[in-house]
């Protein structure tokens, strides 16, 4: 065995097998009675996204004309967004500045200095190209899903 049968185990030949899934229930009833703890991990709440909206902003090095008002009106109409969701808006709104360049070969040639900052129109955009990932019914699914798992 691993032990002694003193509580003495070696903590070296210790295993943890950690699992991940967006579709739990599809995992067969077997392998979920293996797993004896389970952690549903919502969509982040509005402080997260709020979290998230800094950090992402944070790697424009402050190049960036957004209010707090602004910040406020992005996370409310992101409601219901996963972090993936929030990045992919994120890395959209960034391209607004180059777009306005115009072309390739102006990207190419202009210095950081000539591309003007994130404003909150370029979120306005990046949220009306970029839908969230999960659905309503998605939700409900999970919510199901946990109900009958007893997930906390």
Request: include cysteine.
């Amino acid at each position: 065995g691993d032990g002694d049968g003193n509580g003495n185990d070696d903590v070296s030949r210790r295993v943890l097998v950690l699992g991940c899934s967006n579709c739990p229930w599809d995992i067969d009833d077997a392998v979920m009675r293996r797993m004896s703890r389970r952690i549903h991990v919502p969509l982040p709440d509005e402080e997260a996204r709020t979290h998230l909206l800094r950090q992402l902003l944070a790697k424009e090095s402050g190049r960036h004309s957004l209010t707090q008002n602004d910040m406020r009106s992005i996370v409310d109409r992101t409601e219901g967004y996963s972090c993936s969701d929030m990045a992919s808006i994120a890395q959209e709104a960034a391209f607004g500045p180059l777009r306005d360049l115009g072309s390739v070969e102006a990207v190419e040639e202009c210095r950081v200095e000539d591309v003007r900052w994130l404003r909150k129109g370029d979120f306005e955009e990046a949220l009306n190209k970029t839908k969230r990932s999960v659905s309503n019914d998605l939700m409900d699914r999970y919510k199901a899903w946990e109900e009958r798992q007893s997930v906390r």
